[in-house]
Each structure stands twice: as structure tokens, then as C-alpha cells.
């Protein structure tokens, strides 16, 4: 059967994207394996080890997958708080004058793609076969029709998301759906004889299915790839 993710334009960055979350998680390895070793002492991994690193990563995810709003947003918030955590930088002292000049580029740029992408990434899109929902520290429910879906991508950070595709039809083939849930989650609501595959990474988290099937359709598959980092989400149908 033909895998429509080939064929799917938000799958462009999705790469990227996952190659940056595996090399986080990597990168994390062998970091708490440098500290069990000694080389990296208590103060280092209470900065690198943090909830405000946390973001800043998240951020950096974001520049992959070209949301520059919020990628923008969750690196400075987290560079902000990060400095409280190192010892004997004060941050605080040039937080307006920052701002001041953050104030300046916003009047002069107010058009430029950074704006735009964050005004676009306060809604959820997509197209008639493919659909987009991105879910930062915030949530969004959706009721989505389509006769031929062929997938798409869900993220959820810091937030959550509901889609009823209980109005859509599968096209032929294997139909990837995308998901990233970090410190969030995504509910989905599918019709009861879609044959679903779940292929989800999980790191403290998961993604449950809670149908019961009747008269699974397998010609036509739903395939579910992603990573859950202390998120997840759960797969229903009526």
C-alpha cells in the first residue's frame, strides 16, 4: 500500500524536527552520564536539568519546524528564568533595555515572517486532505471534515488539543498522522472501523487507544508516529 507521508507537505521540517528531539534526548544521556562520572558537578546540572533549559529547547524545536513565534517566545522566557540558576549573572539588569529594543524591532518589523507566524500559530490549520494543529501552552477543539485524509501533524507542548475526525474518510493506503506531545497531550475522536496503527516513542508518557473495533476496514490504515515526552494522548471513538 502506498504511504501517503511521502506525499504530505508538512512532512518538509517534520524530520528535522524529530532528529532534534532525539539528539535532546542524547544530548541528556550523556550529560546525567557525565555527572554520574563526576565531570559535571551539582551546580552545572541544576542549570542544564531545568524546567526553563526544558523550554528552551522546546524553542529551539520550534525554529526547526519554522514556528518562529513561539520558538522566539519559549527561548527568551527561557533564558530569562534560566539566569536565576546561574551563579553570579544577573540577567535582570539588562531586561529592559531588551524589551526596549524588542519594542523597536516589533514597530519596524510588524509585517516581517517572525509576526506573521506567531499571529498564524495562535489557530489551528491545514488543508482539505492534511491537517495542522499546534498546541503551545494553550488548546484548541476541533471538529475536522474531509472525505480522503492522507494525515497530517499534531503538536502539543505545554497544552492539549481535541479533534473529531468522526466526519472523515481515509484515503487508501497508509495515512501518517505526526504527533509530538511534551508536557501535554492531544485527544483524538475516529470513527470505530478505522484500522489505526500506533508507532509513538514514549518517554514517561503514552498514547493510549481505547476503541473497541468493529469491521476494521484494512485497506485503509491511520498510522500514528511521534514521540511523548511527560505527555501523551488517548485514541477514542463513539
Known amino acids: ?42 551546580a552545572a546540572w541544576r542549570v542544564i536539568f531545568s524546567w ?48 526596549i529594543i524588542l519594542v523597536g524591532l516589533a514597530v519596524i518589523f510588524s509585517h516581517t515572517t517572525l509576526f506573521r507566524s506567531l499571529k498564524r500559530e495562535r489557530v489551528t490549520s491545514g488543508s482539505d486532505d492534511f491537517i495542522e494543529d499546534v498546541a503551545v501552552f494553550g488548546g484548541s477543539e476541533r471538529v475536522i ?17 481535541k479533534l ?3 466526519q472523515c474518510q481515509l484515503s487508501e493506503g ?10 501535554g497531550g492531544s485527544t483524538l475522536l475516529v470513527p470505530s472501523d478505522w484500522n489505526v496503527k500506533m508507532e509513538v516513542f514514549n518517554i514517561f508518557g503514552g498514547f493510549a487507544d481505547k476503541r473497541r473495533n468493529i469491521n476494521v476496514d484494512y485497506n485503509k490504515t491511520l498510522v500514528i508516529k511521534g514521540v511523548a515526552i511527560f505527555g501523551g494522548g488517548e485514541l477514542k471513538s463513539f
Not at 5 to 18: A, G, V
Not at 62 to 78: P, Q, S
Not at 175 to 182: G, H, K, Q, R, Y
Open 1 to 42: 500500500m502506498e504511504n501517503n507521508l511521502n506525499r504530505n507537505p508538512l512532512n518538509r521540517t517534520w524530520h528535522l524536527e524529530t532528529t532534534l528531539v532525539g539528539l535532546a534526548i542524547i544530548a541528556f544521556g550523556l550529560l546525567y552520564m557525565l555527572r554520574n562520572m563526576g565531570v559535571v558537578n551539582d
Open 164 to 166: 473529531d475526525l468522526t
Open 174 to 183: 497508509d495515512n501518517v498522522l505526526e504527533m509530538v506531545a511534551i508536557f
Open 52 to 99: 526553563p533549559s526544558l523550554l528552551i529547547v522546546v524553542g529551539l524545536i520550534n525554529f526547526a519546524g519554522k514556528h518562529y513565534g513561539w520558538g522566539t517566545i519559549l527561548v527568551v522566557v527561557g533564558l530569562i528564568f534560566l539566569q536565576g540558576r546561574i551563579e553570579g549573572f544577573n540577567m535582570l539588569g539588562y531586561f529592559w533595555p531588551v524589551v
Open 145 to 161: 471534515h474531509t472525505p480522503s485524509m492522507r494525515g497530517g501533524k499534531v503538536i502539543a507542548i505545554f497544552g492539549g488539543s
